[in-house]
């Protein structure tokens, strides 16, 4: 019977992808317990392959960083190699250590520049400014004597100062990376920032179920997976991977009787219209940066000011251009702004001018663009804004995403007006549920969000 399906699609089934999809289709047809719903039945089968199954990611995204490389050393590789996270090797694990203690914990973009920020903050919600009143540039480092000069605590609710958010975004980034601060800092100085700790893998017998439940309800977007006979890596999964697998699978029967649905029947998006988080195209690119770490999103549309048609997107991946592209801001003008304090008591009113950089969300997406058309390089940011209708199918988001190389996709009504928001982990979070009890101690001597993270 495989065989019959297999030469009906010919070369289509050739990729390694699709071979996979035929493992799922032949298990599917084995289970004929008439009680099971589809998802059951295909959390059945997931249940039933090995992640070791899983194709291998290029070679050149299965990097790992030492412990002792330097901010600067990390973003670089990560850039180079064109991945937003990589595993952390402790240098001072002896040779024949188990994967357990080899690994300390997965390094990110977004975890530098968090990290970065915050010691410049204080731990009581306090301007930076307070914390370090008095210490010479010297001590602290240009890039954060940059930044304590106005940054509000990310617990404080609400919009940055203009004053704040435009010296973050400008002036900021350009002394980090040019300072000792940046290119001294040590990877394992800033494991307080890592999403996991001490480091979550998966083994080559752990189910394909596992591997999709982690990518989706427990929020990870890659996943290690650990030969423990070499003690290393042996492959990273990552939720891109896994949509583009399922697209590989169109045309099998499993697929089909879920893909076929439509986003409404399926319950997409999950989010309604006004609880989608955005940034107005005016506002300051940091404060796109923050509202997604204190939402803990991805991304977020930019919304033209006094509408709901979104001009375009922000992704979580694109604060690399803080600080692989300073010079993007060099294109902008100084922006004059007079602030007017009042005094409650004496009635007077102070008058303050701030000279400083600043860029918009909208004039940093044109910027970033320019960018990456003039390095030639390709990335989702040159595809503009991808929209999808409620009556769209799953399987035709999937391709959507898949071809674009997204991470999300906003749906829209016929006005072109935004009415919600689809994730690679919506997507994976609708084609199978955890069994209770599933997980058992698995997550046992590994906390997700530690105490300390800063994501």
């Not at 392959?49 to 030492?66: G, R, T, Y």
């Not at 002792?68 to 990589?86: G, I, P, T, Y």
């Not at 977007?221 to 590989?248: F, W, Y």
């Not at 204190?294 to 709901?308: A, D, F």
């Amino acid at each position: 019977m495989a065989m019959m399906r297999e030469s009906s699609r010919g070369s289509g089934m050739s990729s390694p992808e699709a071979k996979l999809g035929m493992q799922v289709e032949d298990l599917w047809d084995m289970i004929l317990e008439p009680q099971l719903s589809p998802t059951e039945k295909l959390n059945a089968c997931f249940e039933n392959i090995p992640v070791s199954a899983f194709p291998p990611a290029p070679s050149s995204q299965v990097i790992e960083i030492n412990s002792d490389a330097s901010l600067a050393e990390a973003v670089q590789l990560m850039s180079e190699h064109k991945v937003l996270s990589a595993p952390v090797v402790d240098v001072d694990a002896p040779k024949d250590a188990s994967w357990i203690d080899r690994y300390i914990g997965i390094v990110e973009f977004v975890g530098i520049v968090v990290w970065i920020l915050h010691q410049s903050e204080k731990e009581d919600g306090s301007d930076g400014l307070e914390l370090l009143n008095g210490e010479p540039e010297a001590k602290i480092g240009p890039a954060v004597a940059a930044a304590v000069s106005g940054v509000s605590s990310p617990r404080k609710r609400g919009n940055l100062s203009p004053r704040s958010a435009a010296i973050i975004s400008g002036k900021f980034f350009e002394a980090l990376t040019s300072s000792d601060f940046y290119r001294n800092t040590k990877v394992c100085d800033i494991s307080g920032s890592f999403r996991w700790a001490p480091f979550l893998a998966l083994q080559k017998a752990n189910s394909f179920l596992t591997m999709l439940l982690l990518l989706s309800k427990y929020r990870m977007k890659s996943i290690p997976v650990v030969d423990p006979g070499e003690g290393k890596i042996d492959n990273i999964i990552t939720q891109s991977a896994v949509i583009h697998m399922l697209e590989e699978c169109s045309g099998l029967h499993w697929f089909e009787s879920w893909g076929t649905k439509k986003l409404s029947e399926l319950g997409l998006p999950l989010m309604k219209p006004s609880r989608i988080f955005k940034v107005y195209e005016d506002e300051t690119v940091l404060q796109a940066f923050k509202l997604m770490r204190e939402k803990r999103v991805g991304g977020v549309p930019v919304v033209e000011r006094g509408g709901r048609k979104a001009v375009g997107n922000i992704s979580i991946r694109d604060i690399q251009f803080l600080l692989i592209a300073p010079e993007i801001y060099k294109n902008y003008r100084l922006v004059e702004l007079f602030f007017f304090v009042g005094d409650s008591i004496s009635s007077r009113v102070t008058f303050t001018v701030y000279y400083y950089r600043s860029i918009t969300a909208k004039n940093f997406l044109t910027a970033v663009r320019s960018y990456l058309e003039e390095h030639k390089e390709p990335s989702p940011l040159l595809n503009g804004m991808v929209t999808c209708k409620r009556e769209n199918t799953i399987k035709e988001v999937i391709v959507m995403l898949n071809s674009k190389k997204i991470h999300r996709i906003y749906v829209v009504d016929d006005d072109g007006n935004l009415e919600g928001v689809i994730t690679l982990r919506d997507i994976i979070s609708k084609l199978v549920h955890e069994p209770r009890g599933y997980f058992g101690d698995f997550f046992d001597g590994v906390l997700p969000l530690p105490e300390n993270s800063r994501v």
